[in-house]
């Protein structure tokens, strides 16, 4: 039926109603009141859902959204990003503290929005946005507040999260509202319009933005605890794959796509109401294989009408674990990078170019190709050049180096033990973004690792809590364990996370600084100007390139890696802690300038030998210690 009247700002809930059997959470047997899986606005997940309007999207981009060929993303968390920024406390931890011009810190450096526009990228890609659950701060001040090791993290006081337990998936999250007290609930769904502004801010700069979309679970029995807000009472054996009744899956709450129309349509609708009423260019899949690869094509195909020849920027995890058997067992569903519906993170590249993504152990064979395994070489070659078996085209995959829940760099590469904060090898760790930053196709980089952002404050230990409440808006919380999972999972550690916004412009000439913060920034921007300039096109490709696009210079000290791209880049690697010769360097004719070094990269030049070279020529070129060098054919 339909009301004929407005009733924005209405607050509303449902029951819904059916016969006692098992399996089923309906009002008779479980008299809970639920939540609308399509509400615009939610308050804080546990209470109320409230009727919001539309809301206009942001105007596009002048440009139209970037070519995936030539998207440099960059992923960011709106509370890490916005924790530290010099704002009043109202504006802390919220949207409109992303977009807010004229922040400086302490040095008077850009911090902030006008840093992000400063840096270089051309996506911002942003962590979940949409309404995801967090305990309710009374229950958990109850807990917590007093509690030493939370404290230390920064979470006695809230539930702090990254986001990836999403409760209403058309709303956005109501605790990144700026937070206007006299306002109380009357102010709930202005977030909308926020975060709309939010997109329209960048737009302006010429920067797209993608949200990170979580579809392959839900926060309904999440940790363990039977909680309800919709799917689970409307009907679970038809929203999640189940095993004898039971929800699976690794959080306990695997969403079904396959056979479900309505679940597949809920993923397409959230996704072109992310573009329709917010003007957002893209997303980014959690854990994406975990819905199936037809869902998958139907979404893309659904969000690129009337826009194929500039798609929204589609990509996601590739990652293959679930509980879901009646799923795993149906080849023409699952998928994984071989046959993958969408752009997917290439996690070879990423162990090429700087190791594996948790707890290292050795620093001599743990931290990569750049970091001195020089049994990785070939690795780095097809890291490069898009041929590992499963890269179809430079555009099939992103690469990167870290994402949120890897280790961060600094950490990997830090100069005593694995904690960042107290010094980083910065000649590998440019290196490693080298790397990145030559391979073809797309590349994703996570926010902070340009100013070496450590997630040292994080233990390496995890530790496990116990939580308990009395019920919520008839939701249970239940007593149980909540886990922290330390350093290799920082999802819940708020401090650990936060941008040390105070580090940029520092150098180790500053007291108590152990890290060029300053030079390492600098180097990131450069970067990002050469990716992004007539000389960085020859990496920028979407297609598979023809042989001999990559000449490799490959000498026997397997320390050092060459490469001539298109006849027009060269780039040379010594990971080696000596220095190392590169004999019989051959070069097209014209002019070879040097733009980059392992102390700065710059267009217009870098003063360094062999600054200049004539094509046409053999050379014997002398890389130091630890190094890289870069010339372009101007």
């Known amino acids: 039926s339909t009301i004929h009247e407005n009733l924005h700002g209405i607050w509303y809930d449902f029951t819904v109603h059916g016969s006692i059997d098992p399996g089923n959470y309906f009002y008779e047997s479980c008299p809970v009141h639920i939540s609308d899986p399509y509400a615009r606005v939610s308050d804080d997940s546990f209470g109320k859902c409230r009727v919001w309007h539309k809301t206009k999207p942001a105007t596009p981009l002048k440009n139209g959204i970037p070519h995936l060929e030539d998207v440099i993303a960059y992923e960011v968390h709106v509370q890490d990003f916005t924790d530290q920024l010099p704002l009043p406390d109202n504006l802390k931890g919220t949207i409109p503290a992303m977009v807010m011009p004229g922040l400086r810190n302490a040095k008077g450096e850009k911090v902030g929005f006008d840093y992000l526009v400063d840096l270089g990228i051309n996506v911002v890609h942003l962590m979940p946005v949409q309404e995801f659950m967090h305990y309710p701060d009374e229950a958990w001040q109850a807990a917590f507040a007093h509690d030493a090791y939370m404290k230390e993290q920064g979470i006695h006081l809230e539930n702090y999260d990254w986001g990836y337990r999403t409760t209403h998936a058309f709303a956005i999250e109501s605790r990144y509202r700026q937070k206007d007290a006299a306002l109380g609930l009357d ?42 807000f919709h799917f689970k009472a409307l009907d679970t054996q038809y929203y999640y794959r189940t095993n004898n009744l039971k929800m699976v899956g690794e959080y306990g709450n695997e969403t079904r796509s396959e056979d479900r129309p309505m679940v597949q349509r809920w993923i397409i609708d959230q996704c072109l109401h992310f573009i329709n009423e917010f003007g957002v260019d893209g997303f980014r899949i959690d854990l994406a294989s975990q819905t199936d690869a037809k869902t998958l094509f139907a979404l893309k195909k659904a969000i690129s009408i009337g826009k194929e020849a500039r798609p929204p920027i589609l990509y996601g995890e590739p990652w293959i674990a679930g509980g879901g058997n009646s799923y795993w067992s149906r080849s023409e569903l699952r998928w ?41 070489r070939a690795q780095v070659k097809r890291a490069l050049s898009a041929t590992f078996p499963e890269d179809k085209t430079p555009a099939s995959r992103i690469n990167y180096l870290d994402i949120h829940d890897n280790w961060a760099l600094a950490d990997q590469f830090a100069t005593q033990g694995w904690d960042g904060h107290l010094g980083v090898d910065e000649q590998p760790f440019k290196i490693a973004a080298v790397l990145l930053y030559t391979s073809l196709g797309p590349i994703v980089t996570h926010g902070g690792t340009e100013i070496m952002r450590s997630k040292g404050l994080a233990p390496l230990q995890e530790m496990v809590k116990i939580i308990g409440s009395a ?132 267009l217009d030049g870098v003063n360094d030998t062999d600054s200049t070279l004539a094509g046409a020529q053999t050379y014997s070129l002398k890389l130091p210690a630890t190094s890289v060098k870069i010339w372009v054919k101007v």
């Open 471 to 602: 019920p919520q808006n008839g939701q249970a919380l239940a007593v149980g364990k909540l886990y922290f999972h330390g350093k290799r999972d920082t999802y819940n550690l708020r401090k650990a996370n936060q941008f040390v916004w105070e580090n940029v412009g520092k150098s180790t000439k500053d007291a108590g600084s152990y890290c060029d913060y300053a030079a390492m920034l600098a180097y990131w921007r450069g970067l990002n100007r050469f990716r992004m300039s007539q000389y960085g096109q020859v990496f920028r490709q979407a297609q598979a390139v023809p042989a001999g696009y990559f000449q490799w210079l490959e000498p026997a000290n397997e320390y050092q890696l060459g490469y001539l791209v298109d006849n027009k880049v060269l780039v040379l690697l010594n990971t080696e802690a000596t220095a190392n010769t590169f004999e019989g360097v051959k070069l097209p004719r014209g002019n070879w300038q040097l733009i980059g070094n392992i102390l700065e990269i710059n």
């Open 187 to 228: 102010a709930s769904g202005m977030q909308r319009e926020q975060f709309r502004d939010l997109v329209q801010a960048f737009h302006d700069k010429g920067i797209a933005v993608i949200v990170d979309m979580v579809f392959n679970h839900t926060a309904e029995n999440m940790d363990g605890r039977d909680a309800i």
């Open 336 to 376: 994984n990078k071989a046959n993958a519906p969408i752009t997917y993170f290439q996690d070879d590249s990423r162990h090429a170019f700087k190791g594996p993504i948790t707890n290292p152990h050795n620093k001599a064979t743990d931290r990569g190709y750049s970091g001195g395994n020089y049994s990785l």
